[in-house]
């Protein structure tokens, strides 16, 4: 009780905001009644709460790479369904509010700088400006889901933990030069923050490596600094190392699953050589950055906690170049984003800070007017998608599935059913949709990239799932082709064939590596899988072997398929048994 009468201002602002910024998604479960998921990712990671120390069902993967901080949902099966957990965004986000803003009023002397980066954090401006000047695109629309925390597990938990040790650590470097670690009181103080700190740095650890990486380098900057500066830098060393000891055995797990995960690694593009040309960054991020470099400079306080926030700026900026200095393909432009702009927007709010000390009134203008901005930027984000509906074919098939399927079936279906409002890259994550909501087993071929199946595994699945959707070759041929042209998940040169051998993965002994790219192998690729998919003993074979139940399509039996039974019809799809 004492918790909530000392911070019930920032709790009722987190709850008015979490209302905001989740307004769509509240509005979309009372009027349909269903969750709302805004990136396949997302699915992907539900799909994967199921697993948390267990196998996969057959089929998919014996192992994978499960993120630890994952498996803190898992309990949460028992009171509620997976199919609706994207409704925990809402909880998330309110943590998240409610952590930032503490942070925040740590971070600023005055409240309208702490408010003015609240909102501009959880505000993408410059789609703002787009849409008031031209065409907002989907590119544009999709920065709410990269650039804040509508994605439930990436950001919206991972960034809990985050926040925990940014929050703490703040505190920390705040005693350093508070003058009250000259009292047994203070030091016992400072040495609790100083663990507090270490402790959820370590769990970062064991989310996905870009949250560590981005805190990790940002403290170790810091630790350099407070070298040059002759100022506590055994304590900084110290939750260093206890971090690193709390996350050894994560560490540990994914240099064993090195070996384990073998060609998944490379349909990852973790192992990918790149082309070393230098990154293709963003120009909001590098305004960002050169506006954080003039307010803190303008700042002109330059103790290890404001040092803290520029160098996590800085630490941003360093590893977009990490592909570029590796030579190994990361994705790190994507998923640092959160991190970098909230810290480039700390930066920027030292220059409101200062000019509060001086201005109240200008100070509380700028607030207001970015309050005004965040309100423009969910109000936008609500009205390009408040026309959306959920997609009446897809509860049919979930239901029809329910009834009239065992637990334990095995089932493959198309997998385009335009489910996620915003982008659909992988169109095969509305089948993982399917899966999640009946709890059955469904062939899909967006492989979650870390298993322990081989190129070969994945390809002869995608043949098996085609050939039971009734695909002639052209038809299967054309797939393949507008398979291999995207180029929208990853932006490199090798990003078709990430997209490709997630999809179809490769037959044994083809060796993708001889070919420049995936255009320049695909003349070959499609000869050996033409001779293959019209090998009716082998193609016999992979349906013995993948022991399928249950195929959902738009295409009738046509009279060579005799191995299927019609079972009935769900709208224009067809269902049907398979014959062992």
């Keep these: ?128 400006a787009r849409f008031f000047v031209s065409n907002l695109d989907e590119t544009s629309t999709i920065a709410n889901i990269y650039g804040n925390s509508l994605r439930i597990f990436n950001p919206s938990l991972f960034q809990i933990f985050f926040l925990l040790f940014c929050l703490f650590f703040v505190r920390f470097l705040n005693k350093e030069h508070s003058g009250l670690i000259l009292k047994n009181e203070g030091r016992k103080d400072k040495n609790k923050l100083k663990v507090l700190s270490g402790i959820f740095l370590g769990l970062l650890f064991y989310s996905t490596v870009y949250w560590w990486q981005y805190a990790y380098l940002s403290v170790f900057l810091v630790f350099v600094i407070a070298i040059l500066l002759r100022k506590e830098w055994s304590d900084i060393l110290y939750i260093l190392i206890l971090s690193l000891l709390i996350g050894f055995p994560v560490l540990s797990f994914n240099y064993f699953q090195i070996d384990l995960l073998g060609d998944s690694l490379n349909r990852a593009m973790m192992l990918v050589k790149s082309e070393r040309i230098l990154p293709d960054i963003p120009s909001e991020f590098i305004f960002l950055l050169v506006i954080s470099v003039f307010s803190f400079i303008f700042f002109g306080n330059f103790s290890l906690k404001y040092f803290f926030v520029i160098l996590s700026v800085f630490s941003g900026f360093i590893l977009f170049f990490q592909t570029f200095v590796t030579g190994i393909h990361t994705q790190i432009v ?67 599935v329910k009834q009239n399927s065992q637990e334990n079936s095995v089932i493959t279906m198309e997998d385009e059913y335009g489910f996620f409002p915003i982008l659909d890259v992988f169109p095969t994550a509305s089948e993982l949709m399917i899966s999640v909501a009946t709890g059955r087993y469904v062939l899909h071929n967006n492989i979650n990239y870390f298993s322990d199946l081989s190129d070969n595994d994945v390809f002869e699945r995608f043949l098996v799932r085609a050939k039971l959707l009734g695909y002639t070759w052209n038809e299967l041929k054309s797939y393949v082709e507008d398979i291999s042209k995207r180029t929208s998940v990853v932006w490199t040169g090798w990003s078709s064939l990430w997209v490709s051998r997630a999809y179809f993965g490769l037959p044994q002994n083809f060796n993708i590596m001889e070919y420049k790219d995936i255009q320049s192998a695909l003349g070959d690729l499609l000869d050996l899988m033409e001779k293959m998919y019209s ?25 060579s398929e005799s191995y299927l039974r019609e079972l009935g019809k769900i709208e224009e799809f067809f269902v049907f048994k398979v014959e062992k």
């Design 1 to 128: 009780m004492s918790f909530l009468r000392a911070n019930r201002e920032y709790i009722l602002l987190s709850l008015f905001f979490t209302l905001v910024i989740n307004s769509f998604v509240i509005y979309f479960f009372i009027k349909y009644g269903e969750p709302i998921y805004f990136h396949y990712d997302e699915i992907i990671w539900v799909k994967q709460v199921g697993f948390c120390g267990g196998e996969f069902a057959f089929y998919e993967q014996k192992w994978g790479l499960i993120v630890p901080l994952l498996c803190l949902l898992y309990p949460l099966k028992l009171f509620v369904d997976p199919y609706y957990f994207s409704i925990l965004r809402v909880f998330l986000i309110f943590i998240d509010c409610l952590l930032l803003l503490k942070l925040l009023d740590i971070i600023f002397g005055s409240r309208s700088a702490s408010l003015f980066v609240f909102f501009f954090h959880f505000s993408n401006i410059f789609s703002v």
């Design 334 to 400: 994507d998923h640092v984003t959160v991190q970098f702009k909230l810290f480039s927007k700390i930066a920027i709010g030292l220059t409101i800070d200062k000019i509060a000390g001086k201005f109240r009134y200008i100070s509380k203008i700028i607030s207001l007017f970015m309050f005004l901005v965040f309100l423009i930027n969910w109000g936008i984000f609500f009205y390009l998608l408040k026309d959306f509906s959920p997609n009446k074919k897809f509860n049919s098939i979930i239901d029809w």
């Design 535 to 559: 090998d009716e003993f082998y193609m016999s074979y992979l349906m013995k072997k993948f022991k399928i139940d249950i195929v959902v399509r738009k295409k009738p039996r046509s009279e």
